[in-house]
């Protein structure tokens, strides 16, 4: 047995243990219970523990006595998040004593209605946050009398929306985001917490924000002004050492959050609060095995397909600057809204079809230049249809479990339906793609496979810069490079067993298509 083998089986058992393990820690916890509120919004409530100690197995304990109930945030995530992202800060933030209600928002997660095409609308977001408000005001095991609310990027300005037309609510707490004050009201003590690593624009738009908050003056970088007993408080903060995304995880945003609320609900804490999820470490360890899996899983994949002959490896620079050109000249027919309207995907919608255009165009110009030769790399289509489809069963299985504290990556029947539809638009570029680039030996088809995808991520770097596409690409670039990279351990096995490129094509725009379909939101 090679050594391939082996560490594929070795990995694959301790991720079976790994994914038992995490298991068991989502099931704990603090006692937390998922349900619909008001308007099918799928909700997770987390509570603190109680007095003794004892978590339920399933479900929530007994309510606590009315003077013993505590007070409770409505906790929204960002653009392309869902609750599972925001929910170690939930259970921080339980075991810090607050009652936490993640909600996923229209468009997200496993929310079933889309999210409007409207550019500044947040109507409907903050119609889910009134369905978390309400829900908690006449819940048995929270202070409905003392509410507050707090998200991260899109969410943090659906929830500043919120604190405006809400004069019950007590705080506002505002993770890299907020896009406005509106509503009648003004936000009661505001907490504006932002990463070292966002945007200097995001740095100085909360920071103005503050300031028009402020009755004493716009607050400095680690600063309070305002009385907090008073709903007056305004404060400022900037979290080190963290980007956009994990500053949700941050000791310090949970540190910051739960001094926040102790001052607002005049509750002393002897130490300052810090991230309590080891769902985290546990999936790491587990996505740590996935990766080491991936190798045997290619090999197999590749013995389950047709070997093919071996095409010719020359002209690498040739072939990647025609790739590169397809890309670039098919860049300005979306620069224009409206054409990729017909996939229901935010910002997908329009990458997705850009690829379509470029596979199009390199397809054509290998069947022009007679160079296609579809039949020798294929081999038996349906067997090889067949072994990608299993491949993809076998990473789907094993991965979508692991993101409990990530995403949620298990589709739903919209979900699942938009994959395929996005599967089959990415289909002509994927084949393109490794028909040109995965030529020649194992080292020298994954060499020119990985600057193939350098020119991707290149390519959609530049089309955001120059705005024709969304700027939130740039937000989908570290996990679209994690995908990439991920994918090319899969494919190299698959090449070096068997030399099909149609096999990997097929794979790839599985995997992408699940990606883009249990990431984005869904669109009206």
């Known amino acids: 047995m090679k050594w391939w083998s082996r560490l594929s089986i070795v990995a694959l058992v301790f991720l079976l243990f790994d994914l038992v393990w995490l298991g068991q820690l989502d099931r704990g916890g603090p006692p937390h219970v998922r349900g619909d509120l008001q308007g099918d919004v799928p909700a997770t409530l987390t509570v603190p523990r109680p007095e003794s100690g004892e978590v339920p197995p399933f479900g929530l304990p007994e309510p606590p006595p009315p003077g013993e109930r505590p007070p409770a945030l409505v906790l929204v995530h960002g653009f392309s ?5 925001m929910s170690p800060l939930a259970r921080s933030l339980a075991e810090a004593g607050y009652a936490v209600l993640s909600i996923d928002l229209r468009g997200h997660g496993e929310n079933r209605r889309p999210l409007g095409r409207g550019i500044g609308d947040d109507a409907g977001l903050v119609e889910d946050i009134a369905a978390g408000v309400d829900f908690l005001r006449t819940s048995p095991y929270v202070d409905g009398t003392r509410i507050s609310v707090g998200g991260h990027s899109m969410g943090a300005g659906a929830s500043l929306s919120y604190g405006g037309r ?4 007590d ?23 932002y990463a070292e690593g966002d945007p200097q624009r995001t740095h100085g738009a909360l920071a103005a924000l503050a300031a028009e908050l402020s009755e004493e003056g716009a607050p400095q970088v680690g600063q309070t002004v305002g009385n907090p007993a008073e709903g007056t408080g305004v404060r400022l903060v900037e979290v080190p050492d963290t980007n956009h995304v994990d ?3 941050a000791d310090r945003t949970v540190a910051e959050s739960v001094a926040w609320l102790n001052a607002v609900y005049a509750v ?17 360890w587990g996505a740590l095995a996935f990766l080491l899996f991936l190798p045997g899983l290619g090999i197999a994949v590749g013995r389950l397909a047709t070997r093919v002959a071996e095409a010719p490896g020359g002209r690498v620079g040739q072939r990647l600057g025609l790739f590169a050109g ?48 579809l039949a020798s790399r294929t081999g038996r289509a ?14 789907y299985a094993l991965f979508a479990p692991l993101g409990v504290t990530f995403h949620r990556m298990v589709l739903g029947p919209e979900r699942a339906l938009i994959g395929m539809f996005v599967a089959l638009f990415l289909l002509p570029f994927c084949l393109a793609s490794n028909l040109l680039l995965r030529q020649g030996s194992t080292l020298r088809a994954t060499l020119a496979s990985l600057g193939g995808h350098a020119i991707v991520v290149a390519t959609l770097v530049f089309g955001a810069l120059l705005q024709i596409t969304s700027g939130i690409v740039f937000l989908m670039i570290p996990i679209f490079v994690i995908v990439l990279l ?24 599985l995997w992408l298509a699940w990606t883009f379909s249990a990431l984005m939101p869904m669109l009206a």
Do not use: K
């Open 326 to 373: 397809a890309l670039v000249v098919t860049l300005p027919l979306v620069a224009v809204e409206g054409p990729a309207e017909f996939l229901p995907l935010a910002v997908a919608d329009t990458v997705v079809l850009h690829f379509a255009y470029a596979g199009g165009a390199m397809l054509a110009w290998l069947a022009a230049s007679g160079q296609l030769a």
């Open 81 to 85: 998040g869902d609750r599972a992202m």
């Open 247 to 249: 500053v949700i995880t």
């Open 486 to 509: 991920s994918f090319e351990i899969v494919a190299t096995g698959i090449y070096a067993a068997s030399r099909n490129a149609t096999t990997i094509a097929i794979l790839e725009s």
């Open 166 to 169: 809400d004069s019950g609510i």
């Open 171 to 193: 705080a506002v707490l505002l993770i890299s985001g907020g896009w406005r004050l509106s509503g009648p009201h003004r936000p009661r003590n505001v907490l504006f917490l």
């Open 382 to 395: 349906i067997q090889c249809g067949i072994a990608a489809v299993i491949g993809f069963a076998a990473i």
């Open 268 to 284: 002393e804490r002897a130490e300052p609060a810090a991230i309590a999820d080891p769902r985290m470490q546990a999936q790491g």
